[in-house]
């Protein structure tokens, strides 16, 4: 779990890891990371895991198998369906949003990137 991604010229840049990525989602959804790794399939434990997943297909040279692998040891398939959820229901909830939004401002991703990472998944 060592993937760096090094966001686009943002003021504040840093270098940021699916394992930076797991801890700030963990934090926002208080759940252990142990959980969003778990094989749960329980709401509480899918949100996070689906949101970490979206986050971590943006490091550059990530992809849908290498993602998975390494949030859930999930396929392709899961991580693809994860990230239509989160585009989906980023568009539609305002409280899911509230937390997407959380994560990414944490993360230092810019509006206008997490975006145009979303828009590949929109239908």
Do not use: W
């Not at 963990?26 to 895991?49: A, G, M, V, W, Y």
């Not at 990530?62 to 568009?91: F, M, P, Q, W």
């Not at 899911?96 to 230092?108: P, T």
């Amino acid at each position: 779990m060592n993937t760096i991604i090094q966001p686009k010229e943002t003021e504040h840049s840093t270098r940021l890891s699916v394992d930076t990525i797991l801890r700030i989602v963990s934090r926002e959804f208080n759940q252990p990371i142990e959980k969003i790794l778990s094989k749960s399939t329980r709401t509480k434990t899918t949100t996070p895991r689906q949101i970490a997943q979206a986050f971590a297909l943006m490091i550059p040279g990530s992809t849908l198998d290498n993602t998975g692998k390494e949030i859930g040891g999930r396929d392709h398939a899961t991580v693809s369906y994860s990230c239509k959820t989160v585009a989906g229901l980023y568009d539609f909830s305002r409280n899911y949003r509230a937390h997407v939004e959380n994560i990414r401002d944490r993360l230092k991703i810019s509006p206008e990137e997490f975006e145009k990472h979303l828009d590949r998944f929109r239908k």
